[in-house]
């Protein structure tokens, strides 16, 4: 059963025709007639528009109404309700060469049966990948299907320009090839913007995707961050030839703590349960590897059964072992060069520092040193400064992927990666956006 929108107030039928005009982006001389009906949650708009009268736009000579079709699409939601728009739109016939045609449509894009707005909205919440795609189908009411199709009709995504400063990393996930479980995900490091998703982070995917790009714009690359994967190393010294290859600090400093830590469960577990150097290091190990404010107030500890800040505990930690003690100064000593070096003076004091680490022969820093040996240059190249006084780092990428994972689990199992990307991308990357111009879909750039 259909029933009239009711509206109560003195100007009634102004009220509902301006709200309802204004939703579809019309003035009131455009349209010559226009009612309503509601059936429970659903407002339908019968519209029709002034007739214009258009020339032929086959041979441009004048042309007659040659009766109605009824073209039905949605709009955006009108005081609460989901609203279909019955438009009844002229068909014409020439005069001249008899040819028929339809009046222009000014509401949805060609082929879709929702309004521009409606589709604005929809990508919108495409570029919120916190918003999975029953969600943003449910606010629309639309299908799935139907979001699918505006993603892939609207977010075709060439790839993107190099830029100066690029970062490599990897993300776990299914959808990466067949022998790979790695996705390459690349950002542009001065823009703070996602560049590119690569379905591999293998050697032979990256070696393709970098020689279908020109050398002219492979060569404006000054500096790539990535993680002491060498693959990534030797990709970029292959196709990158201007490029300084730049470690991720905070990957040399987890070897190190890696390292230390290995020592303390080591000497931990010579001591018995239950003793005081077993406490202490079970405990308390973290007054050793993290930053902690020792001069704490002190609190009742019930092993020592009085009062200890964590002084007292950090003190006591430095007594168990020689060889502790040594590996913690040691770390402590990288700890602090990592912080304030400058470069290029930290290329000299980098040298006595690893010294000193060969000279204390611990074995549990044996990989920190192989790796930091291996890659002391381009971890030196971190400490490089080219540009907002910024470090060289992975923080970046690491960020972009804890978004990618957000949107990986909003997808719940999402495979096709074609429309992964392309709504990454469009969502982590402000220089993209959409546009709609016919029947074709352009990528547009700020």
Not at 152 to 164: G, V
Not at 211 to 229: A, F, G, H, Y
Not at 268 to 294: C, I, P, V
Not at 298 to 316: E, H
């Amino acid at each position: 059963m259909k029933r009239m929108l009711v509206m109560h107030g003195p100007n009634l039928n102004l009220t509902i025709d301006y709200i309802i005009t204004s939703a579809l982006n019309l003035s009131q001389d455009q349209v010559q007639s226009l009612s309503t009906s509601r059936n429970q949650d659903t407002l339908n708009i019968y519209l029709l528009l002034i007739n214009k009268h258009p020339i032929c736009p086959y041979c441009g000579a004048d042309t007659s109404s040659k009766g109605l079709l009824t073209y039905t699409f949605k709009t955006q939601d009108i005081a609460g309700l989901k609203t279909i728009v019955n438009w009844k739109r002229r068909r014409y016939k020439c005069h001249d060469c008899h040819r028929t045609f339809s009046e222009d449509n000014i509401f949805t894009p060609d082929g879709m049966h929702s309004t521009f707005s409606m589709v604005d909205q929809i990508m919108k919440d495409l570029g919120d990948i916190s918003i999975n795609l029953k969600t943003i189908a449910l606010r629309a009411h639309v299908s799935i299907p139907t979001i699918e199709l505006y993603a892939d009709s609207y977010l075709r995504i060439p790839r993107q320009f190099l830029p100066e400063y690029l970062g490599i990393d990897e993300l776990y996930s299914d959808m990466a090839l067949k022998n790979s479980s790695y996705l390459c995900v690349m950002v542009d490091n001065k823009a703070r913007v996602l560049n590119e998703v690569i379905q591999s982070r293998s050697k032979r995917e990256l070696s393709t995707y970098f020689e279908n790009i020109p050398l002219s714009e492979r060569q404006r690359v000054k500096i790539v961050t990535m993680d002491m994967w060498q693959p990534y190393k030797d990709v970029v010294k292959k196709y990158l030839p201007n490029a300084i290859v730049a470690v991720d600090p905070f990957h040399v400093i987890e070897h190190l703590t890696a390292g230390f830590s290995r020592l303390r469960i080591d000497i931990m577990n010579r001591y018995e349960k239950g003793s005081r150097a077993y406490y202490l290091l079970k405990t308390w190990h973290k007054l050793l590897e993290t930053d902690y404010d020792l001069d704490d107030d002190p609190k009742y500890n019930s092993f020592f059964r009085q009062k200890l800040n964590y002084r007292n505990l950090y003190d006591q930690l430095l007594e168990i072992d020689p060889v502790l003690t040594l590996a913690y100064h040691l770390k402590e000593l990288f700890r602090n060069f990592n912080r304030t070096a400058i470069y290029p003076s930290c290329t000299n004091e980098i040298t006595s520092i690893l010294d000193a680490f060969i000279s204390a022969d611990i074995p549990a820093y044996e990989d920190f040193l192989t790796s930091i040996t291996n890659w002391k240059e381009e971890y030196l190249n971190s400490f490089r400064r080219p540009y907002d006084d910024r470090k060289q780092s992975n923080a970046l990428s690491e960020y972009m992927n804890s978004r990618l994972r957000v949107l990986i689990n909003v997808s719940n199992g999402l495979s096709n990666f074609p429309r992964f990307r392309a709504r990454a991308l469009y969502a982590l990357n402000r220089k993209l956006y959409y546009t709609i111009s016919h029947l074709s879909v352009y990528l547009s750039f700020h």
